[in-house]
C-alpha cells in the first residue's frame, strides 16, 4: 500500500489528526487533550493492496451479507445509514439542567411546583437541617480522637435528601458512602447512626468491624456501604434485575448513588451494561459534586458531564440542579415512575458542590481557593433556597427555626453522649460473618486458628499488660468469650 493510502486509512480509522480543528460541536476543556496515539493499520489489504480473502460458498457469503447490512447486526437499533462522514462527541450540544427554584428560591418562571404536601416539604427541611449538625459533631469528635474517621456531605443536603424523599418504603437503597442523610430521611435513628460510628454494642449492622460512616441498615433497604468506589453498581444493577423477576416485589425500585469519580470506574460501565440490557428498575442517581478528592470534574472526563453516557446505554436520563430540593424531588420522582413502569434502568444527574473537606483524612484548602468554598456555601445554598421555598409558602417561620435548630442540636448531642458511653460488641464478633457458614458447617479452621490465638495472647497478657488491660474494659465480655482457647467461642 502507498503511504498517502496507509494514511487515508488512518484518517478513517483514528479520526482527523490533532492539528485540524474539528467542525462540530466539541467540549472545552482547560488543558488540551493528549496527542491520540494513532492506532495500528488493520490487515484490510496486503502489502499489493490485494483484498483479504473471505471464506465460505458464494450462498454462504450472500447470507452473512445480508445479515451484516442490518442496522441491527451492527449494535444498533435505530441509525440509519449516511454517506456523510459525522463525527461527535456530544449528544445534544449540551445537556441541560432541570430547576424548579432558583438560587434564591423563588420558583422559576415556568416550572411547575411538584405535588408536595406542608408535612412532606417539613420532613425533608428537618432532615436537610439535622444533617449538619450531625457532620459538624462526628466531624469535630474525630479531630478529638474520639472516633477514628469521619464523612460530611455538607452541601449536597438537597441533592440527598431531595432523592430519599422521592423513594417508597420498599425500595432498596445502594449509597455510595457521602448519602447518611438519605437513611437518615428512610427512618435510621441517630443511635443507630452514633452507634456505627462508635462501633459500640448497638451497631446492629456492621458490628463494629467497620470504619465509621460505612452503614448497613437491611431493615431499611439500606444495603451496606463498601468504600472501593462504584462495587455497589454492579450490585445494584443485580438488585433491580432481581426486582424485575421477583412477582411480589413489582413496584419496587432500587437506587443508587454513586460520585463522579467513581463513574470513571469500570463498575460503572459494566453495572449500566448490564441494567440496560437485563432491565429492572434502577434510578443511578450521581452525585456531581465537582470533585473526586483533590481530582477536579476537569480531569475526570472531557465529555459532556455523566450524563451524555446514559443515551450510550439507552437509559432515560436528566441532569438536575442538585442543589434544588424540590427539582430533585420531582426528577426521581419521575425516574422512579419510569423506572418501575418500564422495568429499566434511569440515569439522574445531580449537579451539585463538595462544601466540606472531601473527608478527615484531607485537606481541600490544598487544592481548591477557601473563597470558592464560602461563595458556594452562601450563594448556591440548598438549605437556604428550600427554605425560603418554605416560607413563601407560608410554612415555616423565623420562630419555627430558631425551635427547629435548638432541637436538632440537643438530639444530636444525647445521641452522641449516648453512644460514646456504650461498650464495644463482644471481641470474638471480629471473627463472624467473615465467611457465609450454613447450617451445619464448620467456621474454617483458619479463622479458628486466629481466635484461639487471640485468646492464648489474652489469658497470657490480658491483665499484665497495661494496654491490653485498659482495652478489654471496652468491650461486651472483656474478651472473655475468646479466651476458651480451642477457637470455637463461648
Ligand atoms: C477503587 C477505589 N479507588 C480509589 C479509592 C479512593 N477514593 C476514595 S473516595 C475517592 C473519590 C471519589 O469521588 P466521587 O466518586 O466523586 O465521590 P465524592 O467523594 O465526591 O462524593 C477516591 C479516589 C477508592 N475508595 N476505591
Ligand atoms: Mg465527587
Known sequence: MRVDEKLTLLLQITGPPPNVPPKHHTT???????????????????????PLYVSGSQAERMARAGRMSSPLRRGTHESWWSSEMGWFNAVAKTIPTYRVLDEEGHLVRGSQTPEISQDEALAMYRTMTLI???????????????????????GEEAAIVGSSAAMLAGDEMFGQYRESAALIHRGFTLDS????????VEDKGTKGRMMPV????????????????????????????????????????????????????????????????????????????GFAISTPIIDQYAGDGIASRGPAYGLD?????????????????????????????????????RVGHHSTSDDSSMYRP????????????PIHRFRAF????????????????????????????????????KLGEMFNDVWGVGKGEEVPGVIMEQRAELGRLLKKYGDVWEPWRR???????EGEDVMDCDGRGS
Open 390 to 425: 418554605l416560607a413563601s409558602k407560608k410554612w415555616w417561620s423565623e420562630e419555627d427555626e430558631k425551635k427547629l435548630l435548638a432541637k436538632n442540636k440537643s438530639d444530636v448531642m444525647r445521641a452522641f453522649g449516648r453512644a460514646e458511653k456504650l461498650p464495644k460488641p
Open 193 to 200: 447512626l452514633m452507634a456505627q460510628c462508635f462501633g459500640n
Open 317 to 353: 436520563t436528566i441532569r438536575v440542579d442538585g442543589n434544588d430540593a424540590l427539582a430533585v424531588l420531582s426528577a426521581v420522582r419521575e425516574a422512579r415512575r419510569r423506572a418501575v413502569e418500564g422495568k429499566k434502568g434511569v440515569l439522574v444527574e445531580a449537579m451539585t458542590y
Open 132 to 154: 449538619p449538625i450531625v457532620d459538624n459533631v462526628l466531624y469535630q469528635s474525630q479531630r478529638q480522637g474520639r472516633i477514628s474517621f469521619y464523612m460530611q456531605c455538607a
Open 28 to 50: 472545552t476543556t482547560s488543558t488540551p487533550l493528549p496527542t491520540p496515539t494513532p492506532l495500528p493499520i488493520f490487515p484490510t489489504a496486503d502489502e499489493k493492496g490485494r
Open 471 to 477: 482495652e478489654r474494659k471496652r468491650f461486651v465480655e
Open 214 to 289: 460505612h452503614y448497613s441498615a437491611p431493615e431499611l433497604g439500606f444495603h451496606t456501604i463498601t468504600s472501593p468506589l462504584a462495587t455497589q453498581m454492579p450490585q445494584a444493577a443485580g438488585a433491580a434485575y432481581a426486582l424485575k423477576l421477583d412477582e411480589e416485589r413489582q413496584g419496587d425500585c432500587v437506587i443508587c448513588y454513586f460520585g463522579d469519580g467513581a463513574a470513571s470506574e469500570g463498575d460503572f460501565h459494566a453495572a449500566l451494561g448490564m441494567n440496560s440490557v437485563l432491565g429492572g428498575p434502577c434510578i443511578w442517581f450521581c452525585r456531581n459534586n
Open 370 to 381: 477557601i473563597e470558592e468554598v464560602k461563595e458556594w456555601s452562601v450563594v448556591d445554598n
